[in-house]
């Protein structure tokens, strides 16, 4: 605490010059980096009798006044003014390019002291500025206390007006105004809906009446706009606006999914016939590859309602409270909730069958040619018109269902389900949604190809292989079921083994004669992948000459580019090894790792220099290995190829900063005597030597930071 009081009274007193508005304008710019901690507290007109505790409350605040600052990217401007003799209250206005809802007016009382302005220390009065208790001081500082306060609200209902007409004039583009204007509630929702997939932040702003909300039902605006904001870039706290997102979610609205009241409006005593006309409500079904609180098939009803501007979407409570704690948004969401819409959501691919034809391919390789496409354009609907689809049965009472579908679905409240050939739809659509959320998930949709095709009649299963990314440098192999009938080849859904019920039994044996006959292939795919990989990746050329400094430097900076933010494929083309594995398990294992580290990384890398021994050009560098913690020197070995030069990645020689390292780097170059020339080793083990010089100095130098830090 002795250090805080010191932190306070020692600081050199750094005085603003200027008039009043002209200082705490001057004061609220420096939060953007230019002041320090000492800066700020030496700027306040701090009385020298405050107490260490209020002290260090005083600066707490102003510290979270500079965080709110910078994280809401405001700016300032004056815009009142009453000065009373050394004193003044001083009103600024705070905007922010998030919207007019953040909008706030800052009310500061400033002190004139040894001939200079400084800002009070608390915000809205003159508390901690050491300014006495005569009757005639107290009764100018209550004034002027009283005038920021009232002044305050005034200004702050000017603002507003003033941000929201700028903010108007910003959104106006976001959404042409024939599509606003449009007399149809529905298409207003499909609207809302395609902004969502499409990432368009305004455009969704826009349809939720933002620019309309004098003439719409009251809503917490501020919550709604940072709810969309965070949203839409999937930072929500509940992670539940990816149903809105993504594009790896069925999106279905359901027309009779309107609120009862319109419906049974006649018997309704106090129905008025323009609410009917003024609101609607949506219950759009969502089902996903992921669950949101236990559920992939999410119904959430939407309310519209119409101005004079058109139809604009009301933001459901599972959307407006995502970025609010779990008891508020489970409260929030459950007041809004129907258990009905639990089985009604289930007409839902009903609908979807209804609005879109099916589509049939002319055979197994123009079908999984689509699916490839349809993989790269992200595009949902198309892959699910080439599905299965039966006509509708009667079931009989106490019959069970041919393909076991209903038992993908939890029953609903009462334990009892509804139609059960919607059951059974619902369970052929969630396992195509989930192949299709998996396939997503294991890497680029662009890296998808056709790498096998069985067929026996009229069945057939195809692999399509995903290149993966990050440490998921192994493909991912996905199996799609097919089958033939009159109208053409289509995709069954499952994930390993096709859908009990969607195939003829007859059909079984070959099932499960092309599954066997996959799995046996797949051992000879990995092996190929492995070859391909040694073609890929650089062999050192013996007798080749060392890159230059410029040119070494380039390649190093972009082969730490490419781990960090290309895929192993495109890594191995810059990098060589001494000589090709017969397997490169461990070497992709290990570049794994780097390119992990590389991704990981929150600060920039460090050259600290170079050096060419032989045909060896090495390059010593400090990089950040521990997410901002920790820092590594690793030396960059830079080698001739046959076409080029590449990184050496079979060869790791780090700064020791302790013996385990050391006794590490011994072995290695040990190993390395019997694998390479004598004259390649003697260059190896000098640019050993010079790496440790040069570097430890520059490691020594930021470990004593971090300690003078903690």
């Known amino acids: 605490m002795r250090g805080i009081v010191t932190f306070f009274l020692a600081a050199s007193l750094r005085v603003f010059s200027g008039e009043p508005s002209e200082v705490a304008l001057e004061f609220l710019r420096g939060f953007d980096g230019k002041l320090s901690k000492t800066e700020i507290s030496s700027s306040l007109a701090i009385s020298p009798f405050c107490g260490p505790k209020k002290r260090t409350r005083i600066l707490e605040l102003w510290e979270a006044r500079a965080?709110?600052?910078?994280?809401?990217?405001?700016?300032?401007?004056?815009?009142?003014?009453?000065?009373?003799?050394?004193?003044?209250?001083?009103?600024?206005?705070?905007?922010?390019?998030?919207?007019?809802?953040?909008?706030?007016?800052?009310?500061?009382?400033?002190?004139?002291?040894?001939?200079?302005?400084?800002?009070?220390?608390?915000?809205?009065?003159?508390?901690?500025?050491?300014?006495?208790?005569?009757?005639?001081?107290k009764s100018r500082v209550r004034d002027l206390e009283n005038w920021?306060?009232?002044?305050?609200?005034?200004?702050?209902?000017?603002?507003?007006?003033?941000?929201?007409?700028?903010?108007?004039?910003?959104?106006?583009?976001?959404?042409?105004?024939?599509?606003?204007?449009?007399?149809?509630?529905?298409?207003?929702?499909?609207?809302?809906?395609?902004?969502?997939?499409?990432?368009?932040?305004?455009?969704?702003?826009?349809?939720?009446?933002?620019?309309?909300?004098?003439s719409l039902p009251e809503r917490n605006w501020e919550m709604n706009l940072k709810a969309t904001r965070k949203g839409m870039v999937n930072q929500d706290k509940q992670r539940v606006w990816r149903l809105l997102t993504s594009q790896k979610v069925m999106k279905v609205i359901i027309p009779n999914g309107k609120n009862e009241r319109e419906?049974?409006?006649?018997?309704?005593?106090?129905?008025?016939?323009?609410?009917?006309?003024?609101?609607?409500?949506?219950?759009?079904?969502?089902?996903?590859?992921?669950?949101?609180?236990?559920?992939?098939?999410?119904?959430?009803?939407?309310?519209?309602?119409?101005?004079?501007?058109?139809?604009?979407?009301?933001?459901?409570?599972?959307?407006?409270?995502?970025?609010?704690?779990?008891?508020?948004?489970?409260?929030a969401k459950n007041d809004e909730s129907d258990w009905k819409d639990r089985e009604l959501v289930k007409k839902m691919f009903q609908v979807f069958e209804?609005?879109?034809?099916?589509?049939?391919?002319?055979?197994?390789?123009?079908?999984?040619?689509?699916?490839?496409?349809?993989?790269?354009?992200?595009?949902?609907?198309?892959?699910?018109?080439?599905?299965?689809?039966?006509?509708?049965k009667a079931v009989k009472e106490g019959e069970k269902p041919?393909?076991?579908?209903?038992?993908?679905?939890?029953?609903?409240?009462?334990?009892?389900?509804?139609?059960?050939?919607?059951?059974?739809?619902?369970g052929r659509y969630i396992l195509a949604v989930k192949w299709w959320g998996f396939s997503l998930k294991f890497a680029d949709p662009v890296s998808a190809k056709v790498v096998k095709l069985y067929r026996h009649e009229k069945i057939a299963l195809g692999v399509l292989s995903f290149s993966g990314s990050g440490e998921n440098w192994k493909p991912k192999y996905k199996q799609v079921w097919m089958r033939q009938d009159a109208s053409g080849w289509m995709i069954l859904p499952g994930i390993v083994s096709p859908m009990v019920g969607t195939y003829p039994e007859e059909s079984f044996e070959g099932f499960r004669a092309l599954s066997e006959q996959f799995v046996k292939d797949e051992v000879k795919m990995e092996e190929e992948f492995f070859a391909d990989v040694l073609k890929i990746?650089?062999?050192?050329?013996?007798?080749?000459?060392?890159?230059?400094?410029?040119?070494?430097?380039?390649?190093?900076?972009?082969?730490?580019?490419?781990?960090?933010?290309?895929?192993?494929?495109?890594?191995?083309?810059?990098?060589?090894?001494?000589?090709?594995?017969?397997?490169?398990?461990?070497?992709?294992?290990?570049?794994?790792?780097?390119?992990?580290?590389?991704?990981?990384?929150?600060?920039?890398?460090?050259?600290?220099?170079?050096?060419a021994v032989g045909r060896f050009r090495g390059v010593s560098m400090m990089i950040d290995h521990g997410g901002g913690v920790d820092r590594a020197c690793p030396l960059v070995l830079v080698v001739p190829t046959k076409t080029s030069h590449c990184v050496l990645v079979d060869v790791e020689l780090p700064l020791e900063t302790n013996k385990g390292i050391r006794l590490l780097n011994d072995e290695r170059l040990d190993g390395l005597a019997k694998e390479v020339a004598k004259e390649d080793l003697a260059s190896i083990e000098e640019l050993r030597e010079w790496h440790q010089k040069v570097s430890r100095p520059v490691w020594d130098k930021w470990k004593s930071e971090q300690a003078d830090k903690e």
């Open 537 to 611: 990746v650089g062999r050192e050329d013996p007798n080749g000459k060392a890159a230059s400094e410029p040119q070494a430097i380039a390649l190093v900076k972009e082969w730490r580019r490419i781990a960090r933010e290309e895929d192993m494929m495109a890594f191995l083309r810059v990098s060589a090894v001494r000589r090709l594995p017969a397997k490169p398990t461990s070497l992709l294992r290990d570049l794994g790792f780097v390119r992990k580290g590389a991704a990981s990384a929150m600060s920039p890398d460090q050259i600290i220099g170079s050096k």
């Open 148 to 214: 920021m306060a009232l002044e305050r609200t005034s200004e702050m209902t000017i603002l507003l007006r003033s941000e929201m007409e700028k903010f108007r004039k910003k959104m106006e583009g976001a959404v042409s105004s024939e599509d606003l204007a449009a007399n149809d509630a529905k298409q207003a929702m499909k609207e809302f809906l395609n902004a969502a997939e499409a990432g368009k932040t305004d455009a969704m702003i826009v349809w939720q009446g933002f620019l309309e909300r004098e």
């Open 354 to 392: 209804e609005q879109n034809q099916v589509v049939r391919a002319k055979n197994p390789e123009a079908l999984l040619k689509a699916i490839v496409q349809d993989l790269k354009t992200q595009n949902l609907d198309s892959f699910l018109q080439s599905h299965y689809r039966e006509e509708e």
């Open 402 to 426: 041919a393909d076991g579908g209903g038992d993908l679905l939890q029953r609903n409240i009462n334990g009892r389900r509804g139609n059960p050939f919607d059951d059974r739809r619902a």
């Open 67 to 137: 965080s709110w600052k910078q994280k809401g990217n405001f700016s300032f401007l004056p815009l009142r003014e009453k000065v009373d003799s050394d004193l003044s209250a001083v009103l600024i206005g705070a905007t922010s390019p998030n919207g007019p809802d953040v909008s706030m007016v800052i009310s500061l009382g400033v002190v004139k002291k040894e001939g200079g302005w400084r800002v009070a220390p608390v915000e809205g009065s003159f508390e901690n500025t050491g300014l006495g208790f005569e009757a005639d001081l």
């Open 263 to 331: 419906a049974h409006a006649e018997d309704l005593l106090n129905f008025n016939p323009e609410s009917v006309e003024r609101e609607v409500e949506f219950l759009v079904g969502f089902l996903s590859s992921f669950e949101i609180e236990g559920e992939r098939l999410n119904p959430i009803r939407f309310r519209l309602n119409k101005t004079d501007k058109g139809w604009r979407v009301s933001l459901p409570a599972f959307f407006a409270y995502a970025d609010q704690e779990s008891r508020a948004f489970r409260t």
